[in-house]
């Protein structure tokens, strides 16, 4: 098994033939973002903390939300629904028909990149752009009202959220780069409604969902063996099922037994530094963020932030002498020039079309000896990466007793860095110490059905079902 870099082959193979001080630079830079599995085992011990204090105190540093999905899907779901996410980069719609766990779903969807000025903007003009998106999907695909005169609505919204009720949520502090006035501490949904409402759209709000919890249901409406739904990808995330019993901060009143689902918001883990090993570089991409000492974690271990790391080092390689010469790098300034793809790449190419690769990003010419530079960095940084978020997972499985199961994984971290989902169950395997010659992992990490869409349409189908049944604990309406 891995245990971080100190026995991993490919990195420290990759520096032959490099000048001797060029190697020893890179080797330091290599140590300090080695995660061993001592450190492994500290930072989840501190995990499990904050995940606990999260589940009594509403003002704890891992938010622990309470998202008034009760439990995992029956399977039985069925009907249409129409769904938005708002994510890191893209709004979604989608139209949803789910036909049982037997049968496939049918889904219809656009997505539209958001623009840059959307996100620094206001609020008016955040709600405006997804209610003209949401007008212009049902007037193309000609959808019309089937319940009440409505369309049932799943909002998903992937961003700390604290909820009195599934469908509304008071919006506690922006992520993923953004920060639009005029809405964090009010209730998105509510925001939302009102636009929809200007523009008398036939929607009806019946549940805001993280794309986290949406990942969870949508996977365990498919793989009964599905405990945990987490997000590696502009952001870092887990959901799973907890006891209310389980659960001080929760003042409902609801039997003991009843199942919850936890939306943890644990990209904040660890603001107040205490385990996590921070570089230089993680210092410099907190201070320059939006909000400097928030999301911690999230901004060591997510893919908004590895091909800024990356970045980082290389600038500081290239500043030291030790890279592209007297040649002008002006992209290497750029904040956010160079995102986690880069580094997918350099891992899954070979070298020459790496070469290339990095010439077009850079924007200019790119020595062999320059490539593999950049190849070692992204095996170190992404390593890391890897690494930490199996921290989170373990943390929820400890706390849980959780043995064996299905981590079902969203996001492009997940599903397309060549290296992320072995180095992450390697990494789980240190930390819950797993025999090293077991034949087969007892926590797997597997691909997550869409929780942005399908998901958001089962919790809305869940949602309506138990208001019917008369359990209408958790749901306000209008």
Known sequence: MTRGLQSSKGPENSLEGLPPNLQQDLIAIGNQFNVTSEKLKQISDRFEQELREGLENDDSNVSMNVTWVLGFPSGRETGEYVTIDLGGTNLRVCWVKLNGQREEVEMKQNACRL????????????????????????????????????????????YPASQDYIDHGRLKTWTKGFDIDGVEGEDAAGQLRDALARRNLPLELVALVNDTTGAMVASRYKDPKTIIGAIFGTGCNAAYVEDVSSIPKLKASFPPDTAMAINCEYGAFDNAHRVLPRTKYDITIDEDSPRPGEQAFEKMSAGLYLGEIFRLVFLDLHQRGFIFGDREVAALEEPYKLDTGLLSALEDEPLEACRIRLEECLCTRVTTEETRVAIYLAVVIATRGARLCSCGIAAICRMKRISSGHVAADGTVANKHPKFKSRWANALGEILDWPENREEDPIIITSAEDGSGIGAAIISAMTLERILDGNTVGVRGQ
């Open 115 to 158: 623009p840059p000025e959307l996100k620094t903007g206001d609020s008016q003009g955040l709600w405006d752009f997804v209610a003209d998106s949401l007008e212009g999907f049902i007037e193309s695909h000609g959808l019309t009202a089937n319940r009440d005169g409505q369309l049932p609505l799943g909002f998903c919204f992937s």
